[in-house]
């Protein structure tokens, strides 16, 4: 009786601190995602506006509703804008993690999210590099001049209007493409680039 | 001067021993073969702690031997070792005539690889496989390539045309060697072994594990050391020709003589094939249809016993044909494509004995290399597009041996080197000079422990300069069962395209430099305010240092039932550092990337390597292989991770399998003389675990999905000698047709083939 009373006790302790850490900003994923599938990205300077929490592609560049915005020069310059900074009016901001999307089961602290600014985009550009999404094969690995999302990642975003999701990006190729066929290896046969199909989860 | 004093003490001594004391015994000995031929230069041992070398005459004495039972022991490279037990007595000499037997199926090996200097497989304190020539004639291969592809522990490249990995590392890191000197003309960095045709080849040696300290650069993973054969009868010659499937042609002759001091051989051979494609889907051939010419020539001349002179020539051109897509205009357009490449080398080299035990070889080596395409767009506006890439080295060496009266040997040599390139892509013509300086030292103990050191240091304007030691021993645990263990260092110097290379092709979207160029490349784009990010401190980007390794060997070699089961295992492990790769170091306003080389990764390869033969009886030998390999790179990432709410950035250190690489290999050899029709029978087989071929989502992980199928090509030939030295062979090769167009790019179906050899 007295042992039952005492794990009453610390369970209750245990559920009140969990509850009082709830309090602040710590939601839980469930596990439930959706696609998005060869979302093209915009080109010559244009931007194809992305809403998560409907899943579709919005105009309006000025409002807070968009979330992601993606360009491609067709050469392997892409770029993924969030809302925020010198990208748009509203409260985004992304963090990229090396870590399996399924792993992911709280949003971490508002502080660390990062935001577009004319320096660096939160969602870096960059191959390869510590707080990127994406390897970018060049010539040493095989198939050669290929932009492949590095496994695992999960993009973590605030939203423009301030919610949270965490994303993993599948495929950059129309088509999400088998990446190791001889048909993907080969340039001339290679699906066109700029395609996005990812996975997704919105807490509202 | 030291050797005349120990003389004169020794003779005094022994006088002094005989007369004064009279205490003593001698023995006086001639060392012969079965047919009375005196044999010079035999090791005999008393009890390991008295010793003498017969002279021309095959005569030996040793003196002031107290009296007592001793066991002689007396050896020569290529004899089977004569043991006997011995009574001495006092005031007598003892007389005795000594019969070797030449060593029946190692029979008269000496290798040069392991120590540069010719000795005895069996004595070299470095495990050496040898192909010998019988081994050649029995696969009637034709190149160099599909010998080398029989052995365990050598595998094809499978992205490559004709490149060998050894011990887990690429062709780049195994040095290419013909009699002793290093062939040039590597395509991305891989030596083509099929340029090498078999005709002319007496043995093939392999020394797996870093041998820089004999042989400089490029030995990280191994040398592959050709013997060219050499003038041995009055006169002699061969000639042969053979035919098969897919229009393949193997040709050649040759002639050779030796008399009265002057000796020289000539020949050439033709091969060739119409190439073969696997695929009509995909565009173009698996392999272009090629011709090959080689020409070989030798002269040589004997001043004396000691001193010779001799001059060896090479030459070699392959051409090929093929088509190629060109994109003109956003269409794809098959065009010709066309091509040669060239080598040329001459060997000057001086032999000369000056006094006793020492000898001296002075060695002026030049080569050329050339190769050249050309794609041709006949009826189109454009211009035709030509690779032009012209290659040079020179060299001069001198090399003394000296052995010591206790039999130690020791090794000492230096020369220079320059080097040329001149190609579009490297931008014309660059100079490269080199100078190095190695040393050597063999100490016996006893006849059953040797122990080599050596090192060499290598300075060249190209690199920072770089010491290689090397430390191997090898100890007898009985009559049948020996025991090696090697460490050594190896490197390699950083290659052309990594020094010289400006790739700045206007419509890719990256551009590529060597490190002698990438700074004043930087230093422009940052003048026009191009550069948008730096990965990497352009400072740092302006010189490479070259990549090294650190290996052991130890290893088992054993002979049982007079020689009849043979074999030997030896475990590596391989730790290379400093490899170099070429990462994106800036990326300009327009997204273009900027690549240059630097020495960033580390691998490490171990394994088990074994070799067992059997002869069944005088007619069945088998022969088997193994391999069993990891090959693992080393790299550094940052992981970006969260930790209690807050994102952090962890360095990890991970362990990335490398590709291409089976983790078992195998080879079989059979062959049966059969004794009704006196044919001889031979089956090869090369197998291979299935292996993780390519990281295709570059995860860093070998998935599942991501391995090729294990395989196994077979070959098969009859052979018939006829009189007269005729020899007729019939064969298949590749009996089972195993071909793979994504996985094994570069093996042809099943071939047929007959050739015919005569030799006079």
Redesign the interface.
Same mark, same amino acid.
């Given at each position: 009786m007295r042992r039952q009373l005492l794990t009453l006790f610390i369970l209750t302790t245990v559920l009140l601190t969990a509850c009082s850490e709830n309090d602040s900003d710590?939601v839980t994923f469930t596990g439930e995602f959706q696609t998005a599938t060869d979302i093209q990205a915009g080109n010559n300077g244009n931007y194809t506006f992305y809403d998560l929490n409907t899943n579709s592609a919005v105009t309006d560049s000025t409002s807070i509703t968009w979330d992601l915005a993606f360009t491609d #020069?067709g050469?392997?310059?892409l770029e993924i804008l969030t809302n925020n900074g010198t990208s748009g009016p509203g409260n985004g901001g992304a963090?990229?993690? #090396?870590?399996d999307i399924n792993s992911?089961t709280?949003v971490?602290?508002d502080d660390?999210f990062s935001v577009d600014t004319g320096a660096s985009l939160a969602i870096t550009?960059?191959? #390869?590099?510590?707080?990127s999404w994406f390897?970018?094969?060049?010539?040493?690995?095989? &198939?050669n001049?290929a932009i492949?999302p590095?496994?695992?990642h999960t993009i973590l975003i605030r939203t423009g209007e301030g919610d949270y999701a965490k994303l993993e990006i599948i495929s950059y190729y129309e088509g999400n493409p088998d990446?190791?066929t &001889?048909e993907f290896a080969?340039m001339?046969t290679r699906p066109a680039g700029g395609y996005y199909t990812f996975n997704f989860e919105v807490l509202d | 001067m030291n050797y005349i004093k120990h003389f004169l003490l020794g003779s005094i001594f022994f006088a002094l021993s005989t007369t004064l004391f009279a205490q003593t015994g001698a023995i006086k000995g001639i060392v012969q073969t079965e047919d009375s031929e005196k044999i010079s230069d035999a090791n005999i041992y008393l009890n390991e702690s008295k010793w003498a070398i017969s002279d021309v005459n095959g005569s030996f004495e040793i003196g002031a031997i107290p009296e007592g039972t001793y066991t002689i022991t007396i050896g020569k490279i290529g004899y089977r070792s004569f043991e006997k037990t011995i009574f001495i007595d006092s005031s007598e000499v003892l007389e005795l005539e000594i019969t070797l037997f030449p060593q029946i199926y190692q029979g008269n090996t000496a290798v040069v690889t392991a120590t540069r200097s010719s000795q005895d497989i069996e004595s070299v304190p470095i495990s050496v496989d040898v192909i010998s020539e019988e081994e050649i004639l029995n696969s009637a291969s034709n190149s160099l390539r599909d010998i080398l592809l029989e052995q365990a522990g050598i595998s094809l490249s499978p992205?490559e045309d004709n490149a060998i990995q050894i011990q887990g590392f690429e062709s780049d890191y195994t040095l290419v060697l013909i009699d002793g000197q290093p062939l040039i003309g590597r395509i991305r960095g891989a030596f083509d072994v099929s340029r090498i045709n078999t005709s002319n080849i007496q043995q093939v040696e392999v020394v797996k594990g870093p041998s820089s300290a004999l042989w400089g650069s490029d030995a990280l993973a191994g040398v592959i050391n050709i013997i060219t054969k050499k003038p041995t009868q009055d006169f002699s010659g061969t000639a042969f020709t053979e035919i098969g499937s897919r229009a393949t042609y193997n040709a050649g002759s040759s002639i050779s003589f030796n008399k009265n001091k002057l000796n020289g051989s000539a020949g050439f051979s033709v091969d060739g094939s119409e190439g073969f494609d696997l695929s009509d889907e995909? %565009?173009g051939n698996n392999q272009n249809p090629y011709d090959n010419f080689t020409i070989n020539t030798s002269i040589g001349y004997s001043f004396s016993e000691l001193t010779s002179v001799s001059l060896n020539g090479r030459y070699f051109k392959n051409s090929f044909s093929g088509q190629t897509?060109a994109s003109i205009l956003g269409q794809?357009i098959a065009v010709d494509e066309d091509g040669w490449q060239e080598d040329l080398s001459f060997q000057l080299q001086l032999n000369t004995s000056p006094f006793s035990r020492f000898d001296t070889k002075a060695i002026l080596y030049s080569t050329r290399y050339e190769d050249f395409s050309e794609t041709i767009f006949t009826d189109l506006n454009e211009d035709d597009i030509i690779n032009n890439n012209f290659q040079g080295l020179d060299k001069a060496e001198i090399q003394n041996n000296y052995i010591w009266l206790n039999n130690h040997i020791s090794t000492f040599g230096f020369g220079a080197t320059k080097e040329f390139v001149n190609a579009e892509r490297y931008q014309g013509k660059r100079n490269q000079e080199g100078s190095f300086i190695f040393g050597q030292h063999q100490f016996l103990f006893g006849n059953k422990f040797n122990l080599t050191t050596g090192a060499r240091l290598d300075n060249h304007s190209a690199y920072n300069s770089y010491l290689s030691p090397k430390i191997s021993a090898k100890y007898d645990l009985s009559e049948n069962l020996s025991f090696r263990a090697s460490w050594g260092k190896g490197f390699k110097a950083p290659d052309l395209r990594t020094l010289y290379l400006n790739f700045d092709n206007a419509g890719s979207?990256?551009r590529?430099f060597g490190v002698e160029n990438i700074g004043s490349e930087l230093e422009e784009f940052e003048s026009n305010n191009a550069i948008a990010?730096y %990965?990497r401190n352009p400072s740092t980007l302006n010189s490479l240092d070259p990549e090294y390794s650190s290996a052991i060997n130890v290893g088992l070699s054993y002979k049982f039932y007079s020689d009849q089961i043979i074999g030997k295992v030896n475990a590596f492990r391989n730790n290379a550092r400093n490899l170099i790769?070429?990462i994106?170091v800036a990326?300009l306003n327009? $997204?273009?990337?900027i690549?240059g080389y630097v020495n960033i990764n580390k691998a490490r390869t171990q394994g088990i390597e074994a070799e067992q033969s059997f002869l069944l009886d005088e007619s069945i030998s088998i022969s088997i292989g193994y391999q069993y390999l990891e090959a693992i790179e080393l790299t550094s990432?940052?992981?970006?991770?969260?930790e209690n709410? $807050?994102?952090v950035?962890n360095e990890v250190e991970s362990e990335v399998p490398l590709a291409k690489r089976p983790k078992h290999s195998g080879s079989v050899r059979l062959i049966y003389e059969e004794p009704f029709f006196g044919t001889e029978l031979s089956i090869r087989g090369i197998l291979k675990s299935k292996y993780f071929y $390519?990281?295709? $989502?570059?995860?860093k992980?070998a998935d599942s999905?991501?391995y090729a199928n294990a395989y196994s090509i077979w070959n098969i030939n009859i052979a018939k000698q006829f009189d007269r030295g005729i020899r007729a062979q019939f064969g298949v090769n590749n009996l089972f047709n195993h071909t793979d167009?994504?996985f094994l790019r570069y093996q042809s179906g099943a071939t047929f083939f007959t050739k015919i050899t005569f030799e006079f």
């Amino acid at each position: 009786m007295r042992r039952q009373l005492l794990t009453l006790f610390i369970l209750t302790t245990v559920l009140l601190t969990a509850c009082s850490e709830n309090d602040s900003d710590v939601v839980t994923f469930t596990g439930e995602f959706q696609t998005a599938t060869d979302i093209q990205a915009g080109n010559n300077g244009n931007y194809t506006f992305y809403d998560l929490n409907t899943n579709s592609a919005v105009t309006d560049s000025t409002s807070i509703t968009w979330d992601l915005a993606f360009t491609d #020069d067709g050469r392997g310059g892409l770029e993924i804008l969030t809302n925020n900074g010198t990208s748009g009016p509203g409260n985004g901001g992304a963090i990229v993690l #090396d870590v399996d999307i399924n792993s992911i089961t709280e949003v971490p602290n508002d502080d660390q999210f990062s935001v577009d600014t004319g320096a660096s985009l939160a969602i870096t550009s960059v191959p #390869d590099v510590a707080g990127s999404w994406f390897i970018y094969t060049s010539q040493s690995i095989e &198939p050669n001049f290929a932009i492949l999302p590095k496994e695992p990642h999960t993009i973590l975003i605030r939203t423009g209007e301030g919610d949270y999701a965490k994303l993993e990006i599948i495929s950059y190729y129309e088509g999400n493409p088998d990446t190791s066929t &001889p048909e993907f290896a080969n340039m001339m046969t290679r699906p066109a680039g700029g395609y996005y199909t990812f996975n997704f989860e919105v807490l509202d | 001067m030291n050797y005349i004093k120990h003389f004169l003490l020794g003779s005094i001594f022994f006088a002094l021993s005989t007369t004064l004391f009279a205490q003593t015994g001698a023995i006086k000995g001639i060392v012969q073969t079965e047919d009375s031929e005196k044999i010079s230069d035999a090791n005999i041992y008393l009890n390991e702690s008295k010793w003498a070398i017969s002279d021309v005459n095959g005569s030996f004495e040793i003196g002031a031997i107290p009296e007592g039972t001793y066991t002689i022991t007396i050896g020569k490279i290529g004899y089977r070792s004569f043991e006997k037990t011995i009574f001495i007595d006092s005031s007598e000499v003892l007389e005795l005539e000594i019969t070797l037997f030449p060593q029946i199926y190692q029979g008269n090996t000496a290798v040069v690889t392991a120590t540069r200097s010719s000795q005895d497989i069996e004595s070299v304190p470095i495990s050496v496989d040898v192909i010998s020539e019988e081994e050649i004639l029995n696969s009637a291969s034709n190149s160099l390539r599909d010998i080398l592809l029989e052995q365990a522990g050598i595998s094809l490249s499978p992205g490559e045309d004709n490149a060998i990995q050894i011990q887990g590392f690429e062709s780049d890191y195994t040095l290419v060697l013909i009699d002793g000197q290093p062939l040039i003309g590597r395509i991305r960095g891989a030596f083509d072994v099929s340029r090498i045709n078999t005709s002319n080849i007496q043995q093939v040696e392999v020394v797996k594990g870093p041998s820089s300290a004999l042989w400089g650069s490029d030995a990280l993973a191994g040398v592959i050391n050709i013997i060219t054969k050499k003038p041995t009868q009055d006169f002699s010659g061969t000639a042969f020709t053979e035919i098969g499937s897919r229009a393949t042609y193997n040709a050649g002759s040759s002639i050779s003589f030796n008399k009265n001091k002057l000796n020289g051989s000539a020949g050439f051979s033709v091969d060739g094939s119409e190439g073969f494609d696997l695929s009509d889907e995909e %565009f173009g051939n698996n392999q272009n249809p090629y011709d090959n010419f080689t020409i070989n020539t030798s002269i040589g001349y004997s001043f004396s016993e000691l001193t010779s002179v001799s001059l060896n020539g090479r030459y070699f051109k392959n051409s090929f044909s093929g088509q190629t897509l060109a994109s003109i205009l956003g269409q794809n357009i098959a065009v010709d494509e066309d091509g040669w490449q060239e080598d040329l080398s001459f060997q000057l080299q001086l032999n000369t004995s000056p006094f006793s035990r020492f000898d001296t070889k002075a060695i002026l080596y030049s080569t050329r290399y050339e190769d050249f395409s050309e794609t041709i767009f006949t009826d189109l506006n454009e211009d035709d597009i030509i690779n032009n890439n012209f290659q040079g080295l020179d060299k001069a060496e001198i090399q003394n041996n000296y052995i010591w009266l206790n039999n130690h040997i020791s090794t000492f040599g230096f020369g220079a080197t320059k080097e040329f390139v001149n190609a579009e892509r490297y931008q014309g013509k660059r100079n490269q000079e080199g100078s190095f300086i190695f040393g050597q030292h063999q100490f016996l103990f006893g006849n059953k422990f040797n122990l080599t050191t050596g090192a060499r240091l290598d300075n060249h304007s190209a690199y920072n300069s770089y010491l290689s030691p090397k430390i191997s021993a090898k100890y007898d645990l009985s009559e049948n069962l020996s025991f090696r263990a090697s460490w050594g260092k190896g490197f390699k110097a950083p290659d052309l395209r990594t020094l010289y290379l400006n790739f700045d092709n206007a419509g890719s979207s990256y551009r590529v430099f060597g490190v002698e160029n990438i700074g004043s490349e930087l230093e422009e784009f940052e003048s026009n305010n191009a550069i948008a990010q730096y %990965f990497r401190n352009p400072s740092t980007l302006n010189s490479l240092d070259p990549e090294y390794s650190s290996a052991i060997n130890v290893g088992l070699s054993y002979k049982f039932y007079s020689d009849q089961i043979i074999g030997k295992v030896n475990a590596f492990r391989n730790n290379a550092r400093n490899l170099i790769e070429a990462i994106e170091v800036a990326r300009l306003n327009d $997204n273009s990337g900027i690549y240059g080389y630097v020495n960033i990764n580390k691998a490490r390869t171990q394994g088990i390597e074994a070799e067992q033969s059997f002869l069944l009886d005088e007619s069945i030998s088998i022969s088997i292989g193994y391999q069993y390999l990891e090959a693992i790179e080393l790299t550094s990432d940052t992981l970006t991770v969260i930790e209690n709410g $807050n994102v952090v950035r962890n360095e990890v250190e991970s362990e990335v399998p490398l590709a291409k690489r089976p983790k078992h290999s195998g080879s079989v050899r059979l062959i049966y003389e059969e004794p009704f029709f006196g044919t001889e029978l031979s089956i090869r087989g090369i197998l291979k675990s299935k292996y993780f071929y $390519n990281d295709d $989502n570059v995860n860093k992980k070998a998935d599942s999905d991501e391995y090729a199928n294990a395989y196994s090509i077979w070959n098969i030939n009859i052979a018939k000698q006829f009189d007269r030295g005729i020899r007729a062979q019939f064969g298949v090769n590749n009996l089972f047709n195993h071909t793979d167009q994504e996985f094994l790019r570069y093996q042809s179906g099943a071939t047929f083939f007959t050739k015919i050899t005569f030799e006079f």
